[in-house]
């Protein structure tokens, strides 16, 4: 019971809970997904679902097409087709960019469902009923041409955007003259006075400041400590002239921003009857949208649902430089295309830093990267591996007495790295298992003078580095998966496999030039 050791101990310490609800955040129409979105978001995610229930702590992942918005409205007015034909081109469009990724969700789905409509709905009655919600006179910007309502990311004050494609939009006291509509350019622009419903975020300063002191990510936990000190304020989530859920009381006409839909969205999702108070959350998203899930969520969970999970971590990353960044590793279609998904995976999760920094990534670095640590540091030594056990005439992995702590102490690790929510950590831990299992090998001269118990502790060292890989790189690790009936499912296979049949493949992993 070598492998299980450790993950008994670390369930031992308290750490386990009934389940983890892993949401990705939710691509909205018309919005392209591109290798950005993967990097930060749904690789990360798909990678911390696929470990937590290979180690027996299950998890579901999910996420969701969002389509509301005022995007969304706009090009909707473009077409002549079938409304329903453009969201669902849309939908079956970011379901393909999964696939092409090896994204698994468990639930994927779309923010016009009945269920989500009747939540969105309930939860605003009892926020309003409680306090929280109410009317007030606001100042709303339009344009003169194109007629649109224009928040304030939809009011810029050029065309400039950033490196990472974000537009740069400065405040409203800055605007003044310079403001420009975003969506068909005109300066035209005249701002109206309109009663909006508000939600004072300032009422639940004390749940939120607690939330953000459990926040175990440091740099998130002080970012939302920031936001607490200086002062929360009242947030205008009305809309009109929008592609939404209807606000369900007031004078009509009025519309849910799709911040506050899609945060109950992952609530939606969800296997009809589990119990949120047995659940853990743990959210990936991009820095962008930090504040909605870190300041609005749980008060909305907490008041608006009458939910208290047992844990919520987030985690956030930053941008990717699209600038800077070769066009084969910005396009998911193209990235997949030239050099096949668990490729870019491994790329995307070795280089992507598990903060909010920015990022470039590069077709040089992308080889460098693939050449000297995938196959040169970890494919090795599974060819390697494989090399010694098929010399020796190994047919089925041998019973031994030598103990694979290395293993045992790299999957505490790794599942902590993980756990945290730091997938490229997890993967250096990876590195370093590897590293010690080739060490292992010179020590006891398992190349040179092999003998049935050191060959029966390198097929298990094998297995346990596939093991940790397969997260990252699923399909791959099937390329030296020499173990007839392994399928990297659950840690416990490795509790069984001495006796285990072996059928050598003599393949390797591709570099590339």
Known sequence: MWSQQAVRHYWLEGNRVTMIITTAAFPFIPAELNLGHMASTYIPADVFNRFMNMVGQPSLLISATDVHGAWVKKELAKIEQPHSDLLNEWHERYQRNFEAMSIQFNNYGRTDSQRLYHLVQQSLIKLKEKGYIYEKKTTNYSCNNCMELLPKRFRVTSSEYSKTGKMKVKSVAQEKLEMRCAFCGSQDISSQASQHWVFDLSQGTSLIAQFAEQQRNVPISNYLKAVIREGLVEWDFTRENYLGIPIPFGKGNQFVYLWYESLLGYISLLPEGIELENVSF?????????????????????????????????????????????????????????????????????????????????????????????????????????????????????????????????????????EQMKIRQGLLEVQNYVKQCGQIIEQLKIYSQPTSMSLGLLARMMAGGLFL?????????????????????????????????????????????
């Open 282 to 418: 743990r959210h990936f998203l991009g820095k962008n949208i930090l504040y909605y899930h870190g300041i609005v969520w749980p008060l909305v969970l907490s008041e608006g649902l009458a939910v208290s999970p047992q844990d919520l971590q987030i985690s956030a990353r930053g941008f990717l430089n699209l600038q800077d960044s070769d066009p084969e590793l910005t396009s998911i279609e193209m990235a997949e295309k030239l050099y096949g998904s668990d490729y870019v995976r491994f790329y995307l999760a070795y280089r992507t830093p598990d903060l909010v920094d920015d990022y470039t990534f590069t077709a040089d670095d992308f080889k460098k990267v693939i050449n000297n640590v995938l196959c040169n540091r970890l494919g090795s030594f599974f060819r390697r591996c494989e090399l010694i056990l098929q010399k020796n005439g190994i047919e089925r992995v041998p019973e031994t007495n030598l103990s694979n702590s290395t293993f045992d102490v790299a999957l505490l690790s790794v599942h902590q790295a993980i």
């Open 469 to 513: 890989l397969a997260p990252y790189i699923p399909n791959l690790v099937e390329t030296f998966n020499i173990f007839n009936g392994l399928s990297w499912r659950s840690v416990r296979e490795l509790d069984t496999l001495g006796g285990c049949s072996l059928t050598y493949k003599n393949r390797t992993w591709k570099k590339h030039k």
